[in-house]
């Protein structure tokens, strides 16, 4: 499977700033995902982010809030805007592995917001 | 209705004792199928995808009933390091991301 990497690993912001998240992976790959994991909670996808364009958005998650980049098939870039406390929460980005539809998950970034 | 139900549990179990998770589907669409496992602070790592011949690594065992649209991880002769969170996902015909339960906390008692 890819190795992934994501920066930061974790981060204390105050509320009304912006935090943007990388993600790289060692392979090109076709689909990343973006999820969150509130605490206590279990996975919800943000969006996929697409190469060469616009990211795809879930229901409840909108592009001016968290604006996405897909610059190439190994990087992405996920930005959390105008935080607050209610976006503390763990950011992870995730890759297709291939024909199989498994996905593989980089170590998350831990946001906090006071 | 949720995508994904799971008892979130948690499930205390001895050492060497045999466990079973099941985890329930809405979508009857639903293409694909896995078990997911993450330790505490740490990202999922994928365990097993679930195949419709039901699938075996080892001392897990995956099956997926469609009529009933349910999957089942069942864990043989448990281990201390087998304590985590079991995850489930699917993921829906003509998509591509998954949509994960709540999670089932396992705990291996010794």
């Known amino acids: 499977s890819a190795v992934i990497s994501q920066k930061p690993s974790r981060d204390i912001c105050q509320r009304g700033t912006s935090l943007t998240i990388q993600c790289q992976v060692d392979?090109?790959?076709?689909?990343m995902f973006w999820y969150r994991q509130q605490p206590g909670q279990s996975l919800t996808l943000i969006a996929t982010?697409?190469?060469?364009?616009?990211?795809?958005?879930e229901s409840g998650f909108v592009i001016d809030k968290f604006p996405i980049s897909r610059p190439n098939l190994t990087f992405s870039t996920l930005t959390v805007s105008n935080m607050s406390p209610e976006d503390s929460s763990i950011y992870l980005c995730?890759?297709?592995?291939?024909?199989?539809?498994?996905?593989?998950f980089g170590p998350g970034t831990r946001l906090t917001v006071t | 209705r949720k995508e994904v139900e799971q008892d979130p549990g948690p499930f205390n179990v001895p050492e060497g004792a045999t466990v079973a998770f099941n985890c329930t589907y809405s979508n009857s669409a639903s293409q694909s199928f896995f078990w997911y496992r993450q330790d505490c602070r740490k990202e999922p790592k994928l365990l097993m995808s679930v195949y419709s011949s039901g699938n075996e690594d080892g001392r897990f065992t995956a099956q997926l009933n469609r009529a009933s649209q349910y999957i089942s991880l069942l864990i043989r002769d448990s281990k201390l390091s087998d304590s985590a969170t079991y995850l489930c996902a699917v993921i829906k015909t003509g998509a591509n991301n998954l949509f994960f339960g709540t999670g089932t906390r396992l705990t291996v008692i010794p």
């Open positions: 995730s890759v297709e592995g291939g024909v199989t539809y498994e996905q593989y």
């Open positions: 392979s090109q790959v076709t689909m």
């Open positions: 982010a697409n190469q060469g364009s616009e990211a795809t958005y």
